[in-house]
């Protein structure tokens, strides 16, 4: 039973490019989350999807970056035009349905991007 | 606003010794509070979870206590060993919605 996959594991862009991160959510759950974490830091939500709507995007900013969980693949994170602040690792983690069971989400391993 | 707040940033400990984090937040919406343990270069593993209608949970050498009057809830891993050397994060949320997490505490589990 596969856990969720994120990939790439390492990505690097140069200022201005965009970057693009993946991420399966576990099989059956149907809630996705993304999260960045700068070094030396905890994770801070960025957002919540569920299949084909973003549920809170309260912690993204408001330019250059965007999320999709389409019907279906794979759940995206975009971010446009990166600079260098942008560099961090951004996790992904899913859940089962909403008030079912613990709520717990499971996390990925992680894209770790770097921006020069 | 940090909606957790967690200390100590950085614990040592000796192998056998007791490790105890702890955390602090505000929101009395918040129904269940997770503990993730993080390894260099991984992703964050749940450790151990409890909800606020109960004042501890263990298991194995893990324990949470949680007071809800307080609202504080904390970490204690009984015997340390090298192995559970490990940043661990305290979370909250409320109706299984987006976690806010604690900033984090790197322990380092001497031998």
């Known amino acids: 039973n596969a856990g969720v996959m994120q990939n790439p594991r390492h990505l690097v862009r140069r200022r201005g490019q965009e970057a693009r991160l993946r991420c399966s959510p576990m099989k059956g759950h149907s809630h996705v989350y993304w999260y960045r974490q700068l070094p030396e830091e905890g994770l801070k939500f960025m957002v919540y999807l569920q299949k084909e709507n973003i549920i809170d995007e309260s912690g993204m900013p408001k330019e250059r970056f965007s999320a999709e969980f389409p019907k279906e693949g794979p759940s995206i994170l975009r971010i446009q035009q990166v600079v260098r602040g942008d560099s961090a690792a951004y996790f992904c983690?899913?859940?089962?349905?909403?008030?079912?069971?613990?709520?717990?989400?499971?996390f990925g391993p992680g894209t770790r991007l770097t921006v020069l | 606003q940090q909606q957790v707040k967690q200390s100590p940033q950085s614990l040592i400990v000796q192998k056998g010794g007791i490790s105890i984090i702890n955390c602090a937040y505000e929101n009395t919406a918040f129904d269940y509070f997770p503990w993730y343990q993080q390894f260099p270069g991984k992703g964050p593993a749940l450790l151990i979870a409890?909800?606020?209608?109960?004042s501890e949970k263990k298991e194995g050498r893990f324990t949470i206590s949680f007071n809800k009057s307080a609202k504080q809830f904390s970490l204690h891993i009984m015997d340390s060993q090298p192995g559970d050397s490990a940043t661990y994060f305290c979370a909250a949320h409320p109706n299984f919605n987006k976690f806010y997490f604690g900033s984090g505490t790197k322990l380092n589990v001497k031998p």
């Open positions: 983690a899913s859940s089962l349905r909403e008030g079912s069971g613990s709520g717990e989400q499971f």
């Open positions: 409890i909800r606020p209608d109960v």
